[in-house]
């Protein structure tokens, strides 16, 4: 189990030039690896290493290893990314031959290379942290450095892992950098599969478990029909000042969703928890996007724009850290199926209600689906992935970051 903490350490002014030249360092090797077509990390090294490491005083070593390495790794990444939208080219392609109007028709992806400042990957020889000092030294063009960092109440309790690496993160907002340290704890042993919580995602209700609890009840929905009513407005104006709000609109959605998410989440696990449930079921999530086939466009289009494999990964990591087993569930017919006698019929359910024409069981549509959830459980391993924990604002009930970054009084110890 991995956790992410961020740590302030101010607007150190060289750090910027440094993150300058690693984003060089970085541009220099991903293009040379896919001008000769190279992605393979050794050789990369032996073909780049010696034309920063000979210029006095650009970067550490280390940091030109680091930078070799993410630069092999994103590589690899977009090449396999771009094989798979080659295909997709070639698919719309043939479609248009044959006459077909293509709605938004693929460009050719383009190369990683990246504008601005980068985020530097540190590791244990170039960075270490005391938490009990609360110092931080890394290596730096202006050689090694220390820093000293603020108390966190939050992140102390995550104080006790494992540090797997870093990386020094340029943050725009804030005007300052962050430390962004991986910790690692070894897994809590899980309980058996004894007291299940059957937990139905959807849009009307983004989540309804089975000990009766609705989260988010239609105030999902409202956002999502309200904001697509003012997107495709601007969209169809496309001015300058339409694009502008576009794009902010696009931030604060992702920031709704992603607040949403956390939110209901960690009420779930904080539910299951004190009710005493070992394991919580979800759907798998591949069935929520297969379910769309048969529904309206206007539904489908709202299913698709809410980011469920977040809410999944969210839920994962804080089940994990409850003690909470996850379980990922086979989706089909749990909205069609009775959860009392198990006949399965399409038209028993009828917008928010199930009545089972079997047996006459009746019961709230979503409901009566985190029933059958629970019921179903057939994948016995939890999903070994583990989310990352981020800054949270005050009303998830954790401590305000923007506070606690602003009043960050950072010192140098050292040069
Ligand atoms: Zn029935």
Redesign the pocket.
């Known amino acids: 189990m991995n956790r992410t903490i961020k740590i302030p350490i101010g607007n150190i002014h060289f750090l910027k030039e440094q993150a300058n030249r690693y984003a060089q360092v970085f541009n220099y090797i991903v293009s040379f690896g896919l001008d000769n077509n190279i992605s393979n990390a050794v050789q990369l090294h032996h073909k780049t290493y010696y034309i920063f490491a000979n210029k006095k005083d650009f970067l550490p070593s280390q940091l030109i290893i680091s930078a070799r390495s993410k630069a092999a790794e994103t590589i690899r990444g977009w090449l396999s990314l771009k094989k798979k939208c080659d295909k997709q080219i070639l698919k719309q392609q043939n479609l248009i031959t044959k006459g077909k109007h293509i709605y938004r028709p693929l460009k050719p992806i383009s190369r990683p290379i990246t504008k601005g400042l980068l985020s530097v990957r540190y590791d244990a020889r170039s960075f270490n942290i005391d938490f009990n000092k609360r110092i931080i030294s890394f290596s730096s063009i202006k050689g090694r450095q220390k820093v000293q960092f603020n108390a966190n109440p939050y992140y102390e309790q995550f104080y006790t892992g494992k540090v797997c690496s870093a990386d020094l993160c340029w943050s725009r907002k804030n005007k300052i950098f962050f430390f962004h340290v991986v910790l690692e704890f070894s897994d809590p042993v899980l309980p058996e599969h004894s007291k299940i919580l059957g937990v139905d995602l959807g849009l009307n209700n983004l989540a309804v478990s089975s000990d009766g609890k609705f989260y988010m009840k239609h105030s999902v929905r409202n956002h999502i029909t309200k904001t697509r009513g003012l997107k495709s407005r601007l969209q169809s104006k496309g001015t300058p000042s339409s694009k502008r709000h576009l794009r902010a609109l696009s931030k604060k959605e992702h920031q709704f969703r992603q607040d949403v998410n956390h939110c209901v989440t960690k009420k779930i696990v904080h539910q299951a928890k004190i009710s005493g449930y070992d394991t919580i079921a979800i759907e798998n999530l591949k069935g929520i996007r297969q379910q769309k086939r048969g529904l309206r466009k206007k539904f489908r289009a709202r299913l698709n724009s809410w980011p469920f494999d977040q809410f999944r990964a969210f839920l994962t990591y804080k089940a994990l850290a409850a003690g909470i087993n996850l379980a990922v569930v086979d989706a089909r017919y749990t909205s069609q199926k009775?959860?009392?006698?198990?006949?399965i019929y399409k038209p028993?359910r009828s917008g928010n209600n199930f009545h089972?024409?079997?047996?006459?069981?009746q019961n709230h549509a979503d409901l009566n689906a985190s029933y059958n959830i629970s019921k179903n459980l057939v994948a016995s391993d939890p999903i070994k992935d583990t989310g990352q924990c981020m800054a949270r604002t005050t009303h998830c009930g954790l401590p305000d970051q923007s506070a606690y970054c602003n009043s960050s009084a950072v010192t140098i110890l050292q040069n």
């Open positions: 009775c959860s009392r006698c198990g006949h028993q089972c024409i079997s047996c006459g069981y």
